[in-house]
């Protein structure tokens, strides 16, 4: 419990860094002597930094040892703080955001992994719960707590708050901590590195500029057709690679590729879409003051933490399969009712659809991110983890610019002229938006009832139960026919064979 607290405590400092400054910019462009927009450049290097170093963290654990990284990505994103706090102009407060960037993409995929590594396949739903509550928390309150430090103190401690935080982890860590090593010295894979590199920077860049208000389209989809390249072109690389940097071949295990990619992937990215459409349709369609606004937030973040505490619970008693299809379907329909607000609707109408969808993402991404590692091999551990954590950034960094594009379906159904929005376009939005949760939550229809059953204590009755349900992949390969076992644990049902 004590790793996953700290992996957590370190998941959250990464994502609130990456959502929180957005209400500080006015304050801190003054400071700079600069224009507020120039001041994003702070945001897009801390994301891209991201993007790049993510692949690399798998490698860095096994050559370096997990604690070792762990406890120096803290280290330095710590001091990248206390740098950004120091800053006085725009190049140094980007240098320090760029450092900070390496920092995290070093910090939450290694501690993801120590609480791998750590956890009982029994114990795997809740450290993930826990682990996962800081990335679904974090961008909900990272704006309304920098517009509060900003107005009441100074932009600076949005930083200086991360350092008191870091030396306790850091404490923590180098006492409790064991520090894992892979026992084969795997070559690093510069080419892999390079293509990933400039492809997932290139790709997160353009999504992210289709966001932004007065830009030249044409830019952005250059940047994204330039970046799906280098990506096809890194793919194509990692699958002949020996040693890629990205591990590929670990889509082909059904338990892995389904939460983290296939099914999963539409309410990543439509919960990317939240930061940036529930702030426009609350103040421009509905007239709400900023801090109302916020306020409203908050209330999301309410729905996912009370719900921590019965998703365990949910999934023993239905199993991975049954949670993650219907549930999927349950976020689709509050995410839909997002459609029905008007500037009339009552405030606790809306605070209460904000506190049902908090409540089944929750169940949603808590439970993928515990599925997508009960058939994973300790020893490919870290390449999971790697690959997972670097189609997580892409999918929610896709988040604003499927946002901006179903924003502006809105406005052509609409004949709305720009760059006016009224509550109608946000409503073909959110109508898009859960239809892409349904489509992709259907996707779990395709799991094996006793997929995951290790980790979930499911019993599936009769036939299904296939020995108590107690299949971790061990166990399966063990006890039942290696055909059957991949059926059992690898998501494929038994009348497919």
């Known amino acids: 419990m004590l790793i996953a607290l700290l992996a957590a405590c370190a998941f959250f400092m990464e994502q609130l860094d990456g959502s929180i400054i957005a209400t500080a910019l006015p304050q801190m462009a003054k400071t700079f002597h600069e224009n507020p927009v120039n001041l994003s450049i702070g945001i897009s290097a801390y994301l891209l930094t991201l993007a790049i170093f993510i692949p690399a963290s798998g490698w860095m654990a096994d050559r370096y040892g997990s604690k070792n990284v762990f406890l120096g990505a803290i280290a330095i994103f710590t001091a990248a703080s206390v740098l950004c706090g120091w800053s006085n102009a725009l190049w140094s407060f980007t240098a320090a955001r760029v450092l900070q960037g390496f920092g995290g993409a070093m910090m939450v995929p290694v501690g993801r992994l120590v609480v791998l590594r750590t956890s009982d396949k029994r114990d795997l739903i809740n450290m993930m719960q826990l682990v996962s509550v800081p990335g679904l928390v974090a961008p909900v309150i990272g704006p309304p707590v920098g517009g509060f430090i900003t107005t009441f103190a100074s932009w600076r401690w949005i930083f200086y708050l991360n350092v008191p935080i ?21 070559s690093f894979d510069t080419m892999g590195f390079f293509l990933s590199g400039i492809g997932l920077a290139a790709l997160l860049f353009g ?15 250059v940047l994204i057709a330039f970046g799906a390249v280098f990506c096809a072109l890194a793919a194509a690389h990692m699958l002949r690679a020996p040693h890629p940097l990205l591990d590929l071949s670990l889509l082909r295990i059904p338990t892995f590729a389904l939460p983290t990619l296939f099914a999963g992937a539409g309410l990543r990215v439509v919960i990317g879409s939240t930061p940036f459409l529930w702030p426009l349709m609350f103040q421009i369609g509905m007239g709400m003051t900023a801090f109302v606004s916020g306020l409203v937030f908050f209330a999301c973040a309410a729905g996912d933490l009370w719900m921590k505490a019965y998703s365990a619970r949910l999934v023993r008693r239905f199993g991975f399969r049954r949670t993650l299809l219907y549930n999927g379907f349950a976020a689709a329909a509050a995410f839909g009712l997002c459609a029905t607000f008007s500037a009339t609707t009552p405030f606790v109408v809306i605070a209460l659809v904000l506190f049902a969808i908090g409540m089944f ?33 892409v999918l929610f960094g896709s988040g604003i610019a499927f946002g901006a594009l179903a924003l502006q379906l809105g406005t052509w159904w609409n004949h709305t ?3 006016n929005f009224t509550v109608a376009d946000f409503r073909v939005a959110f109508i898009v938006g ?17 997929a995951g059953a290790a980790a979930s204590g499911h019993r599936a009755g009769g036939r299904e139960a296939l020995g108590g349900g107690e299949l971790g992949l061990g166990a399966a390969q063990s006890e039942i026919p290696e055909r059957l076992a991949g059926a059992a644990v690898g998501g494929v049902r038994a009348e497919e064979l």
């Open 166 to 186: 870091g030396l306790l982890g850091l404490a923590l860590v180098a006492a409790f901590m064991t520090n894992y090593r892979a026992e084969e010295r795997r």
């Open 417 to 419: 002229p720009p760059p």
């Open 361 to 393: 993402r929750s169940v949603q991404f808590g439970n993928v991110n515990a599925l997508a590692y009960v058939d994973i091999p300790p020893e490919r551990m870290s390449a999971a983890t790697s690959l997972a954590s670097t189609t997580h950034q």
């Open 434 to 450: 859960a239809a892409l949760i349904a489509i992709s939550s259907a996707r779990f229809a395709r799991l094996d009832p006793r």
């Open 207 to 221: 999504l992210n500029q289709l966001g932004v208000a007065n830009l030249d389209r044409a830019i952005a989809y």
